[in-house]
């Protein structure tokens, strides 16, 4: 069944302020592609997708006063592959990220046949992973 999976559409991020959430990712590399709102009984429903190499990011803003719905899940972190995880991550921190959750990266060398991560987190409390398999 495999073959039938195209690749990943994108991952959805609730957030609590659309302009800051859509800044930060602006500020490590994503662009914003699209902007919408859907209408739902509470009120508007702000969407915006950014764009980065190879995914998008589906960024959520409830209406106004509304928290995070409950029954629609979470997300406990989502995954970047990067070439190079040292360079990468000198660069959102050059971008002024100040949210590594530790000083250094990690290195797994016998995690799925070697990997090194290093996580940080976003504007809404999402944890992204920074991913560079060995």
Known sequence: MKELYKGLGHIAIYTTDMEASIAFYEKIGGSVCKRDSVQVSEGEKRLALVEFGGF???????????LVPAGEGSIPHFAVYVDDLDKVAAAIKAAGVIS????????????????????????????IELLQML
């Open 56 to 66: 998008l990011l589906e960024l959520i803003e409830p209406p106004e006063g509304e």
């Open 100 to 127: 590594f959750m530790t000083p250094e990266k990690k290195v797994l060398p016998t995690t799925f046949g070697g990997l090194q991560n290093w996580f940080f987190v976003g504007p809404s409390g999402e944890q």
